[in-house]
């Protein structure tokens, strides 16, 4: 089982609609997970951090299930400017090096009008 | 946030040569990370770049092939050694600028390596 899981995607969705990403962690242990986005040809930028009691940033919300080992992305009413690919990150070290980012190899949302 | 700038944006090399990727941030920060972003795959880190001391690297790579340097707070080079088409690649530095190492990760522009 790979370390981070993702839907493989593409999404394709009409602008408004409210679309969920999955991601799932092999590593009980780890301790924090991000949502990053990343444009076409462009570096990945942090989205959201995913706190373990769940968190919302306007049309954006993470949650994280620590018994399923999964956290997911949810986004509502869809903007074209959000077409991009959706990467999940996990640190699995406890203690370590928090630069030691596990991606997931990340989902393509393509929002259409 | 920070500015991190990386240069070059993108290189075609030839197989057997080397390139040094450098690395420019505008604030001093502890600890700065080169990651690899090959075709199609995820983010990979390659190591961790620390002022005063050897890089400490993944599992999968090494000193000799992944030089780097870290002279001061704000700057570090990553050298990608005797390349080969497989070493074709995105590379991007990043630091963490969510305070006590959060993992809240910002990323250089990166720099697109193509070997031939």
């Known amino acids: 089982r790979k370390e981070v899981e993702q839907d493989p995607g593409p999404f394709n969705v009409p602008e408004g609609a409210t679309v969920a990403f999955n991601c799932t962690y092999s590593?009980?242990?780890?301790?924090?997970f991000f949502w990053y986005r990343q444009d076409c040809r462009k570096e990945p930028k942090l989205l959201m951090s995913?706190?373990?009691s769940g968190n919302e940033d306007g049309r954006f919300t993470a949650q994280l299930n620590r018994a399923s080992q999964y956290i997911s992305l949810l986004i509502r009413d869809s903007k074209l400017s959000d077409s991009a690919t959706y990467l999940c990150?996990?640190?699995?070290?406890?203690?370590?090096?928090?630069?030691?980012?596990?991606f997931g190899k990340g989902t393509k949302l393509s929002v259409k009008p | 946030s920070a500015v991190i700038s990386q240069k070059p944006s993108r290189d075609i090399c030839q197989r057997g040569t080397s390139l040094t990727i450098q690395c420019q941030v505008d604030?001093?920060?502890?600890?700065m990370f080169w990651y690899r972003q090959q075709p199609g795959q995820s983010l990979t880190l390659i190591a961790t770049?620390?002022?005063?001391?050897?890089?400490?690297?993944e599992s999968g790579f090494v000193i000799d092939k992944f030089p780097i340097s870290r002279p001061n707070l704000t700057f570090s080079t990553l050298t990608v050694s005797n390349m080969s088409p497989e070493d074709s690649s995105i590379y991007l530095c990043?630091?963490?600028?969510?305070?006590?190492?959060?993992?809240?990760?910002?990323f250089g522009e990166g720099s697109r390596l193509t070997v031939l």
């Open positions: 990150a996990v640190n699995p070290r406890l203690g370590g090096s928090q630069g030691n980012l596990i």
């Open positions: 990043s630091v963490d600028l969510g305070g006590s190492n959060t993992g809240e990760l910002f």
């Open positions: 590593n009980s242990a780890s301790q924090s």
């Open positions: 604030s001093q920060v502890t600890m």
């Open positions: 995913v706190y373990s």
């Open positions: 770049a620390n002022q005063g001391s050897e890089a400490t690297y």
